[in-house]
């Protein structure tokens, strides 16, 4: 019986030893996001002045996610909701210009290499309440 316990024991220990190492290589994965990008974004659901500035800022050090629309002088922050190697999903609240502005949105970034991002923008449009109505596009480039 005390073998068992000892056994136990261990493999706890074990167990709850590689979680922690698992939770640091997995923090790791966000560097890709981090730095300033920048891009045009085409919205799809605009028939004038569909196109826009994108001005991203992204401390992973700090946890901030700064995101400036220039053109539409909109601008506010980003949660991170979920990440992987090479995808981030973000909900965006905009603090300032909300009647040019959505003020709540979803924003995916799917890594394309170190220096280019897909942007895609999604929005709870009313008759979509779950938010993924697809509606903006870009690719951003990191700046060197």
């Avoid at 316990?5 to 981090?34: D, T």
């Avoid at 004038?48 to 946890?63: F, V, Y």
């Avoid at 220039?70 to 999903?89: F, H, R, V």
């Avoid at 905009?94 to 709540?104: A, M």
């Amino acid at each position: 019986m005390t073998n068992y316990k000892l056994i136990i024991i261990v493999f706890s220990f074990l167990y709850l030893g590689s979680c922690g190492i698992h939770n640091k290589s997995y923090s790791k994965n966000k560097n890709w996001l981090e730095g300033t990008w920048t891009g045009i974004a085409f919205q799809i659901d605009l028939s004038e002045d569909n196109q826009w500035t994108i001005e991203l800022d992204i401390d992973i050090e700090k946890e901030t996610y700064n995101i400036s629309y220039p053109s539409l002088n909109c601008s506010g922050n980003w949660k991170l909701i979920k990440y992987s190697e090479d995808q981030a999903t973000f909900m965006e609240v905009i603090k300032n210009n909300t009647s040019v502005c959505i003020e709540h949105g979803i924003i995916i970034l799917s890594k394309i290499d170190n220096e280019r991002v897909l942007y895609s923008y999604f929005y709870n449009d009313g008759v979509n309440s779950d938010g993924k109505k697809a509606t903006a596009f870009s690719t951003l480039e990191k700046n060197k």
